[in-house]
């Protein structure tokens, strides 16, 4: 069965829900606050979070944003109290599978609990398969594009892979850098090793180092056993840090140690360990400013600015936008959506009209939303996301009458799809909760059970 996390400060309330879970067959641990709720998190295996809003050390709804920087496929769900919407709203934002009214909604929880497990084990099942297939094929040839930029950045990771030189990747949010620090991998002599990766930006200072050095038992409150840090699981291996800019100025001096001397210490020992591995970083912030502004170590700039590529954003690649959106389509049809054969010339058009700011991340998950709301075999234009199937239009005039229109159809087709379910909708519609209670009274959108 699963590990339940059950955060709730209310002794009779915690115990009420921990016994009725251990009927239902689950692994129950049980914290009375945020600070207690984390540290299980971190020490044992969690697959779900049931979660009250109002502990005695802080927000539950805090406490989601925390838990799922760190651990993205752990499911959390709320438990509200009547009608307070902000508190659900938020969390829905902070990543949240769902929420629960405090007694109102007693006979919702286990059903509610059931499918956040099937989303935890999904998540994790096509994790592993992209992280097998990552093995497999993420090589240079994998990297989809042809136009000049992306060509020289190809050609200069393709020359650094061999050696053991230190790379940093450059790039905007979305613009494919881990999948660059995969192929740098797998093109490397140490392909047959593991590569890790760690975004810097997901962890406190302290759990930070904690993963990145490992700890000893006994070195913090919460460390009950000895714990490998990445640094040592990627021994004769890659590492890859993505984020880098977001590491604290304390751990740059502790990781610059690892390029200078190969050798570092766990926290809480005084044991030297040696390692043998490859650092490929990235950011996506302007490092010499960050120098500037005492952000950033001017040392550890230069170790890791031995050979420094530049990947493009989409919008100065427009010649690839085309390839990148028919592999996606591609890629999503296989197993799912395969009714759905390919897009009109105006989709793919409206598509190259759009400047892109989330990169390759937000195309990839254009195609999928279009592909959640289309019933036909091609997608159209009407099938976009709302906030694209104008914007990109230089001059045509569009009244706010179509435009609500459009927005009214796209938010039916997406309750349609979720079989009205107004939470999963919020999310694929990239709104918050309320915003769309209000646009379903705004326009009309009835009922859908």
């Not at 049980?30 to 600070?35: H, I, L, P």
């Not at 929880?109 to 935890?120: D, H, T």
Request: net charge neutral; hydrophobic share 40%.
């Amino acid at each position: 069965m699963a590990n339940v996390l059950l955060v709730e400060d209310e002794q009779d309330v915690r115990q009420l829900l921990k016994r009725m879970l251990s009927l239902e067959g689950f692994t129950v641990f049980d914290a009375g606050s945020c600070k207690a709720a984390f540290n299980i998190v971190e020490n044992e295996n969690i697959d779900l979070v049931l979660c009250d809003v109002k502990l005695p050390d802080g927000s539950g709804v805090d406490l989601i944003r925390q838990i799922k920087a760190a651990y993205q496929y752990i499911e959390i769900i709320l438990i509200t109290a009547y009608g307070n919407i902000p508190d659900s709203v938020q969390a829905i934002k902070n990543g949240a599978f769902d929420y629960i009214i405090k007694a109102n909604d007693n006979e919702r929880i286990l059903p509610l609990l059931y499918r956040a497990l099937e989303n935890v084990k999904l998540q994790k099942r096509v994790a592993q398969l992209e992280k097998a297939a990552a093995g497999r094929y993420a090589n240079f040839d994998a990297i989809i594009g042809h136009s000049t930029l992306i060509e020289e950045a190809k050609t200069l990771a393709n020359l650094a892979a061999p050696t053991n030189a230190p790379v940093l990747l450059l790039g905007e949010t979305g613009t494919g850098k881990e999948v660059f620090a995969q192929a740098i991998h797998t093109a490397s002599k140490r392909n047959t090793k593991t590569f890790l990766g760690l975004n810097c930006g997901a962890f406190s200072k302290e759990l930070l180092e904690s993963e990145l050095f490992g700890h000893k038992a006994g070195a913090f409150t919460s460390a009950s056993k000895d714990k490998k840090g990445l640094i040592e699981e990627a021994h004769e291996g890659t590492l890859f840090l993505d984020e880098i800019g977001e590491m604290p100025p304390d751990l740059q001096v502790k990781f610059l140690r690892v390029l200078e001397t190969g050798t570092f210490i766990k926290v809480g020992d005084t044991k030297q360990i040696k390692v043998n591995v490859r650092i490929i970083a990235a950011t996506n912030r302007n490092l010499q400013q960050e120098i500037q502004e005492g952000k950033f170590r001017e040392d550890l700039f230069y170790r890791l600015n031995l050979v420094t590529i530049h990947l493009p954003p989409l919008r100065k690649r427009q010649q690839d936008i085309p390839l990148l959106a028919d592999f996606f389509l591609k890629k999503l049809t296989q197993d799912a959506y395969q009714h759905v054969k390919g897009m009109t010339p105006a989709f793919a058009d409206r598509l190259q009209q759009n400047d892109w700011r989330g990169n390759i991340r937000e195309l990839r998950n254009v195609i999928e939303r279009s592909l959640l709301v289309c019933s036909g075999s091609q997608l159209n234009v009407d099938h976009l996301p709302v906030e694209l199937q104008y914007t990109s239009l230089k001059s045509k005039s569009i009244s706010a009458f179509d435009l609500a229109s459009v927005e009214r159809l796209h938010i039916q087709r997406v309750l349609q799809y979720t079989k009205g379910n107004k939470a999963q909708a919020a999310k694929l519609l990239n709104i918050g909760i309320a915003t769309l209670y209000r646009k379903i009274e705004e326009y009309g959108i009835g009922a859908l059970e």
